[in-house]
């Protein structure tokens, strides 16, 4: 009998009926006999509303409110999940994420986990009980409710599979596995049965949105055992593991995209050390997340910098680059939103130099224009106009069916 | 410069307009040089939307989930108000039950406070904070959450007030004070300046509704300073102590009503001992609170008992009332909801017993039937059909100001 963590996102608990949808795949597995954890996020939009509610109030409002706040979202869906488990006749409990034993650091709404106290858990288990949790949260050194940002849930629900060695970690969604395109955009895109740790990571920085960054860094740092599968298809999954099994991998597992980002360029910076690092170090120090870098050859004295931002930060970081200007000496900014990433990932693409000519070909036969292109070990990122986008993804999806009979 | 607890029910807090309004009267205390803390509810309608939300998925949730929901009412409440003082420029803190070290009882749903660890709280006035800290809630020994059932707000403030000692508990409410009886539908009714913890404790009793007796009983056993007053209309309210100060006092203090209650009669009650102690003690196992208790003279060898309970509790005490038929060896029950209570209040009634027959000679002029009466050293009750309530009420307090110029 195994110890198996499962994870719930905010569509799969919305309403009433698809709670008790994911009381009953719980207790499924439960009668199976395996010793259950799940982990809940906060219900549909009720993490938009209280924001809204927050917003009316104090736009400004500090962050250790706002997790103070925020954190009522799991705490609710994770009682009325247990309620809806009790009906069924299964003994259960619902915890709080300091109850849980999340410790984290104290940065206020993306803190991370430091360790998880899991006696409480354990004790529980003893009992035979189904241990339900708040995902997304977890107390500071002070005793003060933390939020953990973005994908949260998934990194709660990895880290608790890592803390218990749990054989299996289930992060349940509204989608039914990992796809090599987004599958309600792409004709001929396929389920992957497996994926390895790399290329989902590639993925999910991608904008695949399956599974966020943080949570599959951490299941490949501790080698969690992660499947991706739907609450509402009741259908096998995507595996994500250290070695995908399938030897006749093609060489890419999937086309991304993302749409939103922003491109930042500074034109015209003199042509000397050090303006990289200053540029850069300033947009670390504000929190800035800056992905594609690309620097032109310099042309004689002066040099052109570009960067993408996610569009939440772009304004941000338009001023602090305002504010740099005379110490940067450039001569202007030039930023733009109407930019997507398109991406292919997969593992077999090192031994295969040909694949990013590929891309190329099929986005060069569609007309489409490519404005900065970024590669690494297992993917390959372009940059084009906002509209290019989903044209992008089904081009290059087609091209590589077309070539490799598969993708 | 004194410390204050304030306490805001949740009409005070229902949206962004009434927060911003409290924490207004929270930062001029606070300027005034005061160290603050604040207990709020949850804001207007959200507890009883959690009880609905609990109902569709099961009715018959476990208490210890149901608290885990409810819990988050406050905590939604209190991080908003925190925020809304940080938009004035205030350094402002929120707690949660846990937080503030409200340890209780294990009873879920209806807990008692067993005592309240002050040190976070302390920790946080020594910064100069406004503290604001979940009402209506604690921890158990497990570290489970707990609500302290109805009025549970005004007893965390006064449990607070008391165990920090401090100067002044203020709650503040929809009316701007305790009243000789409702405003809202007694003409005549005036304001009291000041009133005995007895007299409060009968009016909380008897359906005043203000202030709920449990947080009363805790006033008066620590001897906290309590003030009830209006969080709209800015003026002074009513002061709750143990001996009020006009010397001058009219006999009676309040006139109180009560709909919310059932009648229940035993008819044909063999009359022999034993039967009250098996009757009553049947229903205290159950939780059922008794108030007013009538026993008939035996008419030869049988007698009748009535008593009345809350309307909640009638259908339960019905059933309990008929598994004892055959023990108790009663003739039949007798069950009514058309009922009503009506009592006046005041310290003085004790040493003036012509006070009870002026409410019977109001009621006798306003042709009402009296069904029951009941007296302690400081209230007279009486039942009356409930559509008789609102009249009694008024004809009484009519009688009193005619009789005393004053009430």
Same mark, same amino acid.
């Given at each position: 009998?195994a110890?198996?963590?499962?994870?719930?996102?905010g569509?799969? #608990?919305?309403?009433?009926?698809?709670i008790r949808n994911?009381?009953?795949?719980?207790? !499924?597995?439960?009668?199976?006999?395996? %010793?259950? #954890?799940?982990?809940l996020?906060a219900?549909?939009?009720? &993490?938009d509303?209280?924001?809204?509610?927050?917003?009316?109030?104090?736009?400004?409002? %500090?962050?250790?409110e706002?997790?103070?706040?925020? %954190?009522?979202?799991?705490?609710?869906?994770?009682s009325?999940?247990?309620?809806?488990? !009790?009906?069924?006749?299964?003994p259960?409990?619902s915890?709080?994420g300091?109850? $849980?034993?999340?410790? &984290?650091?104290?940065v206020?709404?993306?803190?991370?986990?430091?360790?998880v106290?899991?006696e409480r858990?354990?004790?529980?288990?003893?009992?035979?009980?189904?241990?339900?949790?708040t995902?997304?949260?977890g107390?500071?050194?002070y005793?003060d409710?933390?939020?953990l940002?973005?994908? +949260?849930?998934? @990194?709660s629900?990895v880290a608790?599979?890592?803390s218990l060695?749990a054989?299996?970690c289930q992060i349940?969604?509204?989608?039914?596995?990992?796809?090599?395109?987004?599958?309600?955009?792409v004709?001929?895109?396929?389920k992957?049965q !497996?994926? @390895?740790?790399?290329?989902m /990571?590639e993925?999910?920085t991608?904008g695949?949105q #399956?599974?966020?960054n943080r949570?599959?860094?951490?299941?490949k740092?501790?080698?969690?055992?992660?499947?991706?599968?739907?609450?509402?298809s009741?259908?096998? *999954?995507t595996?994500?593991?250290?070695? $995908?099994k399938?030897?006749?991998?093609?060489?890419v597992? +999937?086309?991304?995209?993302d749409?939103h980002?922003?491109?930042?360029?500074l034109?015209?910076?003199?042509d000397?050390?050090? =303006?990289?690092?200053?540029?850069?170090?300033?947009?670390?120090r504000?929190?800035?997340n800056?992905?594609?870098?690309?620097?032109?050859? *310099?042309?004689g004295? @002066?040099k052109d910098?570009?960067? &993408? #931002?996610?569009?939440?930060?772009?304004?941000?970081?338009?001023?602090? /680059?305002?504010?740099?200007?005379?110490?940067l000496?450039?001569?202007?900014i030039?930023?733009t939103d109407?930019i997507?990433?398109?991406?292919?990932?997969?593992?077999?693409m090192?031994?295969n130099?040909?694949v990013? $000519?590929?891309?190329?070909?099929?986005?060069?036969?569609?007309?489409?224009?490519i404005?900065?292109? %970024? =590669?690494?070990e297992i993917k390959v990122?372009?940059?084009?106009?906002?509209?290019d986008?989903? @044209?992008?993804?089904?081009?290059?999806?087609?091209?590589?069916? !077309?070539e490799?009979?598969?993708?």
């Amino acid at each position: 009998m195994a110890l198996i963590v499962q994870k719930f996102g905010g569509t799969s #608990v919305a309403d009433a009926d698809r709670i008790r949808n994911v009381a009953r795949i719980i207790t !499924e597995t439960y009668r199976r006999g395996h %010793s259950l #954890v799940v982990v809940l996020s906060a219900q549909g939009d009720t &993490t938009d509303d209280l924001i809204a509610k927050a917003a009316e109030i104090n736009p400004k409002a %500090s962050k250790r409110e706002m997790d103070m706040l925020l %954190s009522t979202g799991e705490q609710i869906s994770c009682s009325l999940c247990a309620m809806a488990i !009790e009906a069924m006749g299964y003994p259960v409990v619902s915890l709080t994420g300091w109850q $849980a034993g999340f410790k &984290t650091n104290s940065v206020y709404s993306c803190a991370r986990i430091k360790s998880v106290r899991t006696e409480r858990i354990m004790a529980e288990l003893d009992k035979k009980k189904i241990v339900i949790i708040t995902g997304f949260q977890g107390i500071n050194k002070y005793g003060d409710v933390t939020t953990l940002g973005r994908g +949260g849930s998934d @990194t709660s629900a990895v880290a608790l599979a890592a803390s218990l060695n749990a054989d299996l970690c289930q992060i349940y969604t509204d989608v039914d596995g990992v796809y090599t395109a987004d599958p309600r955009c792409v004709k001929g895109a396929r389920k992957l049965q !497996e994926i @390895t740790y790399d290329e989902m /990571l590639e993925l999910a920085t991608l904008g695949a949105q #399956v599974l966020h960054n943080r949570s599959v860094e951490m299941a490949k740092r501790y080698n969690v055992n992660l499947e991706v599968l739907s609450s509402f298809s009741g259908q096998p *999954g995507t595996k994500v593991k250290e070695v $995908a099994k399938n030897m006749e991998k093609p060489y890419v597992s +999937g086309v991304a995209k993302d749409k939103h980002i922003a491109r930042l360029a500074l034109i015209g910076l003199p042509d000397k050390p050090g =303006t990289a690092f200053r540029l850069f170090s300033t947009l670390a120090r504000h929190k800035i997340n800056v992905d594609i870098i690309l620097q032109s050859i *310099g042309r004689g004295e @002066t040099k052109d910098i570009s960067f &993408t #931002v996610d569009l939440d930060d772009m304004e941000r970081a338009q001023e602090l /680059l305002g504010e740099m200007q005379s110490t940067l000496g450039f001569d202007h900014i030039d930023v733009t939103d109407d930019i997507a990433k398109v991406s292919i990932v997969g593992a077999g693409m090192i031994d295969n130099p040909g694949v990013a $000519a590929l891309m190329f070909e099929a986005l060069y036969n569609a007309g489409i224009n490519i404005h900065m292109i %970024s =590669t690494s070990e297992i993917k390959v990122s372009v940059l084009v106009d906002k509209c290019d986008a989903d @044209t992008s993804v089904q081009v290059i999806h087609d091209r590589f069916y !077309e070539e490799f009979g598969n993708i």
